[in-house]
């Protein structure tokens, strides 16, 4: 069964607008289940943590079915390894500062220059503190693929950390992130991945990565402002915390700084109730190949298997419709035979025309898509195209359709020709 997209689209109040939202990349809509959860948090049990009396009780326990809900989305060993924080930048420069701790000066590290800013400057400005050398994998501009080559000389060298991004927020490109964990881990290096861009495309399994971190932010996979991240517990058990006196040691807690934006992570308990929704609803046909799971991670992995084949469609309607603009530079994968290389997110530039001014006349028709660099800052500046205004950003999430994939093209052309 596919995904019925009246059923899906009912679920996000946000659409009932003419407009249309190809902005998905910065910032996707939120869904019902998970504004329920914020409005049912803040009337029923908005508390602080670990009171005696009822509304902190059931705040907790709604706190602690947050952390059960994302351990099942990311698939992860257990709840007491999943921390909340304002963001996914916020809590990378957080957790870097513990990371860093156990620097020497001497050591070295790798970041890409196809990573966004959050998932690099953190890491560099760990690096100056501690007197750390910083190395770069650079990526292909004709592809936008990685270097495999240069990472691995990198590697060589026995780095202490290794920070990448599961797909590029920039130019969509999906990285073979498992292949890189692997090659880091011969080589003793811990491995940071940024999921951001990839959470609401596809399905995560730490486990099966073996990654030692991986962070992404709700709001991308149609919840709240709230970033969470995954640390193998052994790790996060050892490494120092920054925090006050009176906070736990125990983990998660040691991590989750103040307290937190309760209501937000409320919010992101809803999305993954949406996931679960999307699975039980319409991921029926893809059970068969997922028997290795079980419960509410099975309905999540079912949801991302549906989403998956639906967003096929959109990411080569999306492309075939981008190519036929005329006066288009597409950045990134343009082949059609390699859809699976990369998410539904594209970034181009129009012949003679200001990416801030292709998207004014977007969203002139209603149709909002983002324009400049989207804080992937090396990658505007590997492409020469940083201080020209970057690129214009358009990027589908499965409420999308393919009607909104033509109107955009019809807009395209007709600004293309003036």
């Not at 998207?359 to 324009?371: C, E, M, P, S, T």
Request: overall charge negative.
């Amino acid at each position: 069964m596919s995904l019925h997209i009246d059923q899906i689209r009912d679920q996000f109040p946000a659409l009932n607008r003419p407009d249309i939202f190809f902005d998905n990349p910065g910032g996707t809509q939120i869904a019902k289940p998970s504004l329920d959860r914020i409005n049912k948090y803040l009337i029923e049990s908005n508390a602080n943590h670990e009171g005696v009396f009822a509304t902190s009780i059931a705040s907790d326990a709604v706190l602690d079915e947050a952390h059960r809900a994302m351990a099942d989305f990311y698939h992860a060993p257990s709840a007491g390894e999943i921390v909340f924080g304002n963001n996914m930048t916020t809590l990378t420069l957080h957790i870097s500062r513990s990371i860093s701790r156990e620097w020497k000066e001497g050591d070295e590290i790798v970041v890409t220059r196809l990573d966004h800013d959050a998932n690099v400057t953190p890491w560099v400005l760990a690096a100056q503190d501690r007197g750390v050398k910083v190395n770069w994998v650079n990526f292909d501009v004709e592809e936008g693929t990685l270097n495999l080559d240069d990472l691995q000389k990198a590697l060589e060298r026995k780095p202490r950390l290794l920070a990448v991004g599961y797909a590029s927020n920039s130019l969509g490109t999906i990285n073979p992130v498992k292949k890189m964990i692997e090659m880091a881990h011969a080589a003793g290096t811990l491995v940071y991945v940024d999921a951001v861009q990839y959470a609401p495309h596809g399905a995560i399994d730490v486990q099966r990565l073996d990654c030692d971190f991986l962070v992404s932010s709700a709001y991308k996979f149609f919840g709240t402002h709230a970033g969470i991240l995954y640390g193998k517990h052994e790790l996060l058990e050892k490494l120092f915390a920054y925090k006050v006196r009176p906070a736990t040691n125990k983990l998660p807690g040691k991590f989750e700084t103040g307290t937190q934006n309760h209501e937000g992570i409320a919010g992101v308990l809803g999305a993954v109730e949406y996931f679960e929704w999307v699975g039980r609803e319409f991921g029926g046909e893809h059970a068969e190949g997922l028997r290795e799971y079980s419960g509410r991670v099975l309905e999540l992995k079912k949801a991302m298997a549906a989403i998956h084949s639906y967003e096929s469609e959109l990411n080569r309607a999306l492309l075939s419709t981008l190519q036929d603009v005329p006066g288009i530079t597409i950045f990134g994968l343009t082949d059609l035979k390699r859809l699976d290389d990369r998410v539904a997110t594209f970034s181009f530039r129009l012949q003679g025309q200001h990416p801030h001014d292709t998207a004014q006349k977007l969203a002139d028709a209603g149709i909002f898509v983002w324009d400049g660099n989207y804080y992937a800052l090396n990658v505007t500046e590997r492409l020469d195209l940083e201080d020209k205004g970057g690129m214009v950003r358009v990027g589908a999430a499965h409420y999308n359709t393919l009607d909104e994939v033509a109107r955009l093209g019809e807009a395209l052309q007709k600004i293309a020709r003036g």
